[in-house]
């Protein structure tokens, strides 16, 4: 089981960047693949966007349309963190951000698949 905590959010203007990190307590975290989401204001749960995801060795990566070309995602599994590089960020970027953990590699964009989930990191871009 791992524990999950994401932070780096914060207040920001349109074109600048911020990296979140998610850091992780408990076993096994290098065994996980990690997913970053945002839920958008007035979205439910269930509305968690997709932003991207990482293999537990990092040798596989995935973006969602929305982050392709503007976000990275990387890990660090001795630091035990994960993070993601937000560049060029837009007042539609304004959301709470979490990131998850998948203990079997497989849940991809499916954030119903996903084993553990952190309490999120609010980032606030302004125009």
């Known amino acids: 089981q791992v524990q999950l905590e994401e932070s780096g959010g914060g207040l920001v203007q349109a074109g600048d960047s911020l990296r979140l990190s998610c850091t992780a307590s408990?076993?096994?975290?290098?065994?996980?693949?990690i997913g970053w989401f945002r839920q958008a204001p007035g979205k439910e749960v269930k509305e968690r966007e997709f932003?991207?995801?990482?293999?537990?060795?990092?040798?596989?990566?995935d973006y969602s349309d929305s982050a392709k070309g503007r976000f990275n995602i990387s890990r660090d599994n001795p630091k035990n963190k994960a993070y993601l590089q937000m560049n060029s960020l837009k007042p539609e970027d304004t959301a709470v951000y979490y990131c998850?953990?998948?203990?079997?590699?497989?849940?991809?964009?499916?954030?119903?698949?996903?084993?553990?989930w952190g309490q999120g990191t609010q980032v606030t871009v302004s125009s």
């Open positions: 408990g076993r096994g975290f290098s065994g996980y693949a």
């Open positions: 932003l991207a995801s990482i293999g537990w060795n990092g040798r596989i990566t």
């Open positions: 998850a953990a998948d203990f079997l590699n497989i849940a991809g964009r499916d954030a119903s698949k996903y084993d553990y």
